[in-house]
């Protein structure tokens, strides 16, 4: 049996919460266990957006239930009228995480039959004390940095194959690979995508999102090779322009590892489309087809190339560069 971080943090936390809250003298001190374990969430930023608005819908709920209780009595039927109406607050609110713990303060202020400022003092500190022990359990998050640059690589090798498997083809009309590559790219960029969210969650005092920013720019890459493998295997015809055109992708295939900028191949594609217009044109039907579908597949390597150079390289996670 496997005890995860966020596990043993809760554990921590709840002990050390009933702890403080016993220790200070508070009323029904047990409580405040609980609202470490209704706190404590999966990122820095998930945590401090729950606390808000628990907090807040305890203080709502604390003048709820002084007014509910005043005006109809210590009822049963009381507590359903005022989470009649308490709920659908919280609701419009948007602090609707917050009806668990209020529930617990509702339930002690009816209790205890007898709404007095000491008792509103009690709650709120027992729920200052809940959520701050939370927010202190939820300050460590183990680092991710090493799962998301490994998927980086493997993303990179998965593309590194695609495009040599379509090298090959290009070269010499063999067809033979059966594609695993590309729903595999595809798996590990949605795995990738939720950790490099979570990573970015856990940045409290900096918005770094790049690796979200360069998992999506590898999703709408590999988006672009799956419209060119179409176009690839129409070609039937070895003409001088397609084993030019192999010859680029081969070489973009090796440059995708750091220190290579996406903006030197937009150049030399510029330079191969000018050199395709200085070419003699198509004689018969079938190598105007061919041709066409040689553009077409130019300007799908350009949609590919200006994806990768609209990620900027100044922003990016740590020693990590443009890549093609």
Same mark, same amino acid.
């Given at each position: 049996m496997k005890i995860g971080y966020r596990t =043993? $943090? /809760?554990a921590v936390g709840a002990a050390l919460a009933i702890a403080i809250a016993q220790l200070i003298g508070l009323h029904n001190f047990a409580s405040a266990g609980i609202i470490v374990i209704l706190?404590?969430?999966v990122t820095k930023k998930r945590s401090l957006e729950t606390a808000r608005a628990r907090f807040a819908a305890c203080v709502v709920a604390i003048g709820f239930a002084a007014l509910f209780f005043t005006v109809f009595g210590y009822h049963p039927w009381t507590i359903g009228l005022l989470l009649l109406l308490f709920i659908p607050v919280t609701v419009r609110l948007k602090v609707n995480e917050g009806i668990a713990t209020s529930s617990v303060i509702i339930l002690h202020l009816y +209790?205890? $039959?007898?709404? /007095?400022?000491? =008792?509103? +003092?009690?709650?709120?500190? =027992?729920? +200052?004390v809940g959520i701050g022990v939370a927010l202190l359990m939820n300050m460590y998050m183990p680092s991710v940095e090493k799962q998301l640059k490994e998927h980086q690589r493997t993303v990179e090798d998965l593309f590194r194959i695609i495009l040599k498997e379509i090298v090959r083809y290009l070269r010499t009309n063999e067809l033979d690979w059966d594609g695993k590559e590309l729903p595999l790219a595809a798996e590990t960029l949605e795995k +990738? $995508? $939720?950790l490099a969210m979570r990573h970015a969650d856990n940045q409290l005092w900096r918005n770094e999102d790049e690796y979200v920013r360069y998992f999506r720019m590898r999703e709408r890459q590999l988006e672009i090779i799956e419209h060119m493998l179409p176009l690839v295997t129409s070609l039937v015809y070895t003409v001088e322009q397609r084993m030019m055109i192999a010859d680029f992708i081969d070489e973009l295939s090796d440059a995708i590892h750091p220190?290579? /900028?996406a903006d030197r191949f937009l150049r030399r594609l510029a330079e191969m489309r000018e050199q395709f217009k200085a070419m003699p044109l198509p004689k018969t039907r079938e190598q105007f087809e061919e041709r066409a579908a040689l553009f077409h597949l130019v300007r799908e390597l350009e949609r590919y190339l200006?994806?990768?150079s609209e990620f900027h390289p100044g922003n990016e996670p740590k020693q990590q560069r443009l890549k093609a």
């Open positions: =043993l $943090k /809760t706190c404590v969430q +209790a205890a $039959k007898d709404i /007095t400022w000491g =008792l509103v +003092a009690n709650e709120i500190l =027992l729920v +200052a +990738a $995508k $939720k220190g290579n /900028t200006i994806i990768k």
